[in-house]
DNA sequence: GCCAACGTTGGC
DNA sequence: GCCAACGTTGGC
């Protein structure tokens, strides 16, 4: 599960795992260092997304809801993240091979909404920036439950959720958006809930 | 709390 | 490299 946490000051680190290891051990399998913040000010425009490649859009999982994982408390939602220092926070503990290259393509700057997972409301709670910094809450909760709606009716009628990840790959925990996807979603705010 | 979906592990 | 067993994700 994507995981998270406070601020850790780490550097955005390459994450060294060798091909070596196998793979974290079942110990410790957390804290792959697959990590998006950005310490500190952002000094260099290098990695910033400023000019003309159109930015990507994600949406990545987070639980809202307290829950041990190993001992650990794994909560960590929107309300969560504005609670941070900056609103900035360190996304650790991504484990799912796809999930991690996700997050070494994702540049500064780029969307994300902010979804709560494995809760009594599963839905998109926010966006955030990729940072991981807090933007803003939507301007009303998307359900799950109404995004699936419009999923079935889009693979009938061709629109736009019709391939989202969300649901053809139902256990990713970092998911790219296609500018469709995302403008459709955004769009979703403005009207009633379904 | 249950359990389906599905990713991962490891024996062969 | 197949595939059954196992573990995890996450909706319900």
Redesign the pocket.
């Known amino acids: ?2 995981r998270p946490r406070k601020r850790l000051a780490g550097p955005a680190g390459p994450d060294k795992k060798g091909p070596s290891g ?3 051990k ?1 110990e410790n ?1 957390g804290e792959l260092s697959a990590t998006v913040e950005l310490s500190g000010s952002q000094k260099t425009a290098a990695s910033n997304n400023c000019g003309e490649t159109p930015s990507n859009h994600w949406l990545m ?3 809202p809801e307290s829950r041990l ?1 190993k001992g650990v408390d ?1 909560k960590f939602g929107i309300e969560d993240l504005k609670a941070q220092p900056k609103q900035t926070a360190c996304w650790d ?1 991504v ?4 999930a991690r290259n996700f997050l070494r393509a994702m540049k500064l700057e780029e969307e994300a909404f902010f ?6 409301e ?2 998109i709670a926010g966006i955030m920036k990729v940072d991981v910094q807090f933007i803003r809450m939507m301007k009303r909760f998307i ?3 109404e995004l ?1 709606t419009h999923y079935q009716a889009h693979k009938a009628t061709g629109g736009p959720l019709k391939n989202m990840a ?8 970092i998911q790219l958006l296609t500018q469709e996807e995302f403008d459709f979603i955004l769009s979703l705010e403005e009207k009633e809930p379904s």
């Open positions: 599960m994507p196998k793979r974290p079942s399998p999982k987070s639980e994982e794994v503990g484990r799912n091979y796809q979804y709560h997972s494995n809760c009594k599963p839905g359900p799950l439950a699936k969300l649901f053809t790959r139902q256990r990713l925990s």
